[in-house]
């Protein structure tokens, strides 16, 4: 059997940052293809600049990638970070301003519509969506913190029996020198390791009835 992956999203999905061939969608592949035992092939349509609107659009009236949606086994979805950018750069990175509440509210919205949708193509339960969580760009701005940490705590709330998401911010947090591009807002090859890392530990039920891989590799006393 062949599975079809279906990559979502904004820069991260296209792999800014990293190495050739060193971004999250290639890595995770080579992840599902272990675990599922099965060649598994890839469609990324990734956009840089990506926002949640703009997606929300591209999944309502883009016929291309609803027919892509429809036989899709595996979905991933990154998207939130260019609203939290331009609402950012409209108030000259007063992140205090109401306007970031607003844009918090809108994110939410499209990504319950996004979803939606996507549920509403979908014939059966055979597949699995994994939603990319943020990580704060800016770690020593208090008030951007809180929204990452606010929004991230939305899309856990979207879990379900084929829906999880992969964890950020805690992974990231203290660790950006590291993990982060020299640009400090894209990561680098070791940041999207870790997302791919992050992604695994989501499992892959539906498609496999796995224990959890962290749970998998302990050793046998």
Not at 187 to 215: C, F, H, N, W
């Given at each position: 059997?062949?599975?079809?992956?279906?990559?979502?999203?904004?820069?991260?999905?296209?792999?800014?940052?990293?190495?050739?061939?060193?971004?999250?969608?290639?890595?995770?592949?080579?992840?599902?293809?272990?675990?599922?035992?099965?060649?598994?092939?890839?469609?990324?349509?990734?956009?840089?600049?990506?926002?949640?609107?703009?997606l929300l659009s591209m999944v309502k009236y883009n016929?291309?990638?609803?027919?892509?949606?429809?036989?899709?086994?595996i979905i991933t979805i990154s998207i939130g970070g260019?609203?939290?950018?331009?609402?950012?750069?409209?108030?000259?990175?007063?992140?205090?301003?109401?306007?970031?509440?607003?844009?918090?509210?809108?994110?939410?919205?499209?990504?319950?519509?996004?979803?939606?949708?996507?549920?509403?193509?979908?014939?059966?339960?055979?597949?699995?969506?994994?939603?990319?969580?943020?990580?704060?760009?800016?770690?020593?701005?208090?008030?951007?913190?809180?929204?990452?940490?606010?929004?991230?705590?939305?899309?856990?709330?979207?879990?379900?029996?084929?829906?999880?998401?992969?964890?950020?911010?805690?992974?990231?947090?203290?660790?950006?020198?590291?993990?982060?591009?020299?640009?400090?807002?894209?990561?680098?090859?070791?940041?999207?390791?870790?997302?791919?890392?992050?992604?695994?530990?989501?499992?892959?039920?539906?498609?496999?009835?796995?224990?959890?891989?962290?749970?998998?590799?302990?050793?046998?006393?």
């Amino acid at each position: 059997m062949v599975y079809r992956y279906l990559a979502l999203g904004d820069s991260l999905t296209v792999g800014i940052g990293a190495l050739f061939g060193s971004g999250f969608v290639p890595l995770y592949q080579k992840r599902l293809e272990y675990h599922l035992r099965s060649a598994v092939l890839v469609s990324n349509q990734g956009i840089n600049g990506l926002t949640s609107q703009r997606l929300l659009s591209m999944v309502k009236y883009n016929q291309y990638l609803r027919n892509l949606i429809v036989h899709a086994d595996i979905i991933t979805i990154s998207i939130g970070g260019n609203d939290l950018i331009q609402a950012a750069r409209s108030t000259r990175w007063n992140l205090s301003s109401p306007l970031f509440t607003q844009t918090l509210d809108v994110c939410e919205h499209n990504m319950k519509e996004i979803l939606s949708q996507i549920q509403s193509l979908k014939k059966d339960s055979s597949y699995f969506i994994r939603l990319v969580g943020l990580y704060n760009p800016l770690p020593k701005n208090e008030a951007a913190y809180h929204w990452v940490k606010q929004y991230n705590d939305f899309l856990t709330s979207r879990d379900s029996h084929n829906i999880a998401t992969a964890q950020l911010l805690y992974a990231f947090q203290g660790r950006e020198r590291e993990l982060l591009f020299f640009d400090r807002v894209h990561p680098s090859s070791k940041g999207y390791r870790v997302i791919e890392s992050q992604l695994d530990r989501t499992g892959y039920a539906p498609l496999l009835q796995l224990e959890k891989p962290y749970t998998l590799r302990k050793k046998k006393k």
